[in-house]
């Protein structure tokens, strides 16, 4: 699919009917674009005052974890159009459809599900997309199906090559996008593991 783009770490830009950005971040250009920004949680590689401020334009939503309204109105003070999601709500802005998923960490503290923070499960001209964040294999993130999936394959802060590997390889998802990795290594594991008939999309 030529219409995913994949900058670093967790940053994708998805155009279509609309353009929308997922935790934009170390963009080197500012193309005031985005129609919906989706950010996954506060952590700085994901909520980033000043690549936000470089997609924005004055009629751009932007959705973020209930938890973070007041941090944004205070860092993003030229956001006119904010609005909170908790795990399990769903909305909907200018015709893309948007569903917050749990997302957090298993056995590890860097993402407490109690945060409330979130993966997103996006449908836009007929597509679903499922933006992970920041996420360990959860219950909630098995039984979702999409067309396009961003799963994050670093390890650490989230779940690892291996463990994304075997996640996937359960059962057919789509169009698999890794992200979230600082080391090529990872990613390069990750697709090693996978399925032959896995179809993948990836960041050189």
């Known amino acids: 699919m030529n219409n995913i783009f994949v900058n670093t770490r967790s940053s994708i830009k998805v155009t279509g009917s609309k353009t929308i950005y997922f935790d934009p971040l170390e963009l080197e250009e500012a193309p005031k674009d985005a ?18 401020r470089k997609v924005l334009k004055d009629d751009t939503k932007v959705i973020v974890p209930a938890s973070m309204l007041e941090v944004v109105k205070e860092k993003c003070v030229e956001v006119k159009n904010l609005y909170g999601i908790l795990p399990g709500q769903t909305g909907e802005c200018d015709g893309v459809k948007y569903h917050g998923i749990p997302a ?36 909630e993130a098995q039984v979702v199906d999409v067309d396009v999936i961003f799963v994050p394959v670093g390890g650490k802060y989230t779940m690892d090559a291996d463990e994304a590997a075997e996640f996937i390889n359960q059962k057919p998802r789509g169009l698999v996008v890794p992200i979230h990795y600082a080391d090529p290594e990872a990613c390069e594991r990750f697709l090693g593991l996978l399925k032959p008939e896995v179809k993948t999309k990836y960041r050189n």
């Open 104 to 139: 957090y960490n298993i056995g590890k503290a860097f993402h407490p599900k109690e945060r409330n923070w979130v993966g997103y499960l996006v449908e836009m001209d007929g597509v679903t997309y499922y933006a992970m964040g920041d996420t360990d294999v959860t219950p």
């Open 35 to 52: 129609d919906i920004i989706f950010v996954t949680h506060e952590h700085y590689d994901h909520f980033s005052p000043e690549d936000i």
